[in-house]
Nanobody, 119 residues
Framework: QVQLVESGGGLVQAGGSLRLSCTAS????????MGWYRQAPGKQRELVAA???????TYATSVQGRFTISRDNAKNTVYVQMDGLKPEDTAVYYC?????????????WGQGTQVTVSS
C-alpha cells in the first residue's frame, strides 16, 4: 500500500519560513517524480514545485526564488523549504508522486498539510 505522509505545516507570520516533508512508503521512491501542490479555498490545486528522478526542478512563478524543493532518496523523503512566506501562500499543501509515461502515469497523493501565513 502506497502512503505519502506530509508534515511540517503550521501557522507562521508573513516573511517567515517553514519546511514541509513528505515521506513515501510502498513505492520505489527513486523511480518517482515528486512534487508539491497546493490548494487554497475556492481555488484549483496548483503545482508549487517538482523534482524529477534525475533531480531537475520546476517551480511555479509565484514561488520562484522563495521555495526550494529537494529529495533524499535514501530517506524516501521530499522536502520543500519555504522562505519569505506571504499570506497568499496560505493553502493546503499536498505531496505528489508520479511514475511512468503519459498518458498512463501512476500518481499518488498525500493527505495534505495546512500552511497558514498571517499578515
Amino acid at each position: 500500500q502506497v502512503q505519502l505522509v506530509e508534515s511540517g505545516g503550521g501557522l507562521v507570520q508573513a516573511g517567515g519560513s517553514l519546511r514541509l516533508s513528505c515521506t513515501a512508503s510502498g513505492l520505489r521512491f527513486s523511480s518517482n517524480d515528486m512534487g508539491w501542490y497546493r490548494q487554497a479555498p475556492g481555488k484549483q490545486r496548483e503545482l508549487v514545485a517538482a523534482t524529477t528522478i534525475s533531480g531537475t526542478t520546476t517551480y511555479a512563478t509565484s514561488v520562484q526564488g522563495r521555495f526550494t524543493i529537494s529529495r533524499d532518496n535514501a530517506k524516501n523523503t521530499v522536502y520543500v523549504q519555504m522562505d519569505g512566506l506571504k499570506p497568499e501562500d496560505t493553502a493546503v499543501y499536498y505531496c505528489n508522486a508520479a511514475s511512468g509515461t503519459s498518458p498512463g502515469r501512476t500518481v499518488y497523493w498525500g493527505q495534505g498539510t495546512q500552511v497558514t501565513v498571517s499578515s
